[in-house]
């Protein structure tokens, strides 16, 4: 069946599988618009000149069949879905796709990062994820585990010899998104891991993160700050 949750709230989904194939569909949306999309571009660039145009993959069908997700991407450009994601009421036959990491310390705690400044996002607090692009596709498919994991490493350090990784995967689906995760467990108190992953974060010449927020409750999500999947994922993990 397709996932088609009513209104733009996620609901989340516990899966035993995910399998993304690729496809080589050109996206028509995108191409009558390829004009207003540059300038768009164009006026970005100029506000945050970091911004990188690249490929990257968004979801043109998927289906959930018992506690098994499939999908098949295909491949934009950045600029594309940054438009799209302004004008997505126009288009709503593709989603936004992307990993996550919900990292949980010995308490139970999450960990989320808040993305630091001169960034698309700057100031959001969310699970480490990242949009799925060419590292990502091995053998005419998409390998989400390791895109989740590259993810993770380079946000907070943190690599899957350092964490148990919970079987399987929580999805947090809406009309426009689907944001797979994997729950990662740590031995570490929340405080612990919390200075561990700064401690990386204060090496890296070019840090994503400018902080993390531990997150112990469902009183402690807050809403200004994190995007819809972060606070559903987050419900779907902790007591009240």
Same mark, same amino acid.
């Given at each position: 069946?397709?996932?088609?949750?009513?209104?733009?709230?996620?609901?989340?989904?516990?899966?035993?599988?995910?399998?993304?194939?690729?496809?080589?569909?050109?996206?028509?949306? /995108?191409?009558?618009?390829?004009?207003? !999309?540059?300038?768009?571009? +164009?006026?970005?660039?100029? @506000?945050? *000149?970091? =911004?990188?145009?690249?490929?990257?993959?968004?979801?043109?069908?998927?289906?959930?069949?018992?506690?098994?997700?499939?999908?098949?991407?295909?491949?934009?450009?950045?600029?594309?879905?940054?438009?799209?994601?302004?004008?997505?009421?126009?288009?709503?036959?593709?989603?936004?796709?992307?990993?996550?990491?919900?990292?949980?310390?010995?308490?139970?705690?999450?960990?989320?990062?808040?993305?630091?400044?001169?960034?698309?996002?700057?100031?959001?607090?969310?699970?480490?994820?990242?949009?799925?692009?060419?590292?990502?596709?091995?053998?005419? /498919?998409?390998?989400?585990?390791?895109? !989740?994991?590259?993810?993770? +490493?380079?946000?907070?350090? @943190?690599? *899957?010899? =350092?964490?148990?990784?919970?079987?399987?995967?929580?999805?947090?689906?809406?009309?426009?998104?689907?944001?797979?995760?994997?729950?990662?467990?740590?031995?570490?108190?929340?405080?612990?891991?919390?200075?561990?992953?700064?401690?990386?974060?204060?090496?890296?010449?070019?840090?994503?993160?400018?902080?993390?927020?531990?997150?112990?409750?469902?009183?402690?999500?807050?809403?200004?700050?994190?995007?819809?999947?972060?606070?559903?994922?987050?419900?779907?993990?902790?007591?009240?």
């Amino acid at each position: 069946m397709s996932v088609q949750p009513s209104g733009d709230e996620p609901r989340c989904v516990r899966l035993a599988s995910c399998s993304f194939a690729v496809t080589d569909w050109e996206w028509p949306w /995108a191409a009558e618009r390829a004009e207003t !999309i540059a300038q768009d571009w +164009a006026r970005r660039r100029a @506000l945050l *000149p970091q =911004l990188f145009q690249g490929p990257i993959y968004m979801l043109s069908k998927q289906a959930i069949d018992g506690a098994a997700l499939t999908g098949t991407l295909f491949k934009t450009d950045f600029s594309s879905f940054l438009y799209w994601r302004d004008h997505r009421d126009e288009e709503k036959n593709v989603f936004e796709t992307f990993g996550a990491s919900l990292i949980r310390s010995a308490e139970g705690h999450v960990l989320l990062g808040r993305q630091g400044p001169g960034q698309l996002n700057s100031g959001r607090v969310y699970p480490p994820s990242g949009l799925i692009d060419n590292d990502d596709l091995h053998e005419g /498919a998409i390998d989400i585990d390791a895109s !989740i994991e590259r993810e993770l +490493a380079e946000e907070t350090g @943190l690599t *899957p010899g =350092l964490l148990e990784r919970v079987p399987g995967y929580i999805a947090a689906v809406s009309e426009w998104q689907v944001a797979v995760a994997i729950e990662w467990r740590s031995p570490l108190a929340a405080e612990v891991l919390r200075q561990r992953i700064l401690g990386f974060i204060d090496t890296d010449a070019q840090p994503e993160l400018d902080d993390i927020v531990i997150v112990r409750q469902r009183s402690d999500i807050d809403a200004r700050a994190m995007p819809g999947h972060a606070q559903a994922l987050l419900r779907t993990l902790l007591p009240t």
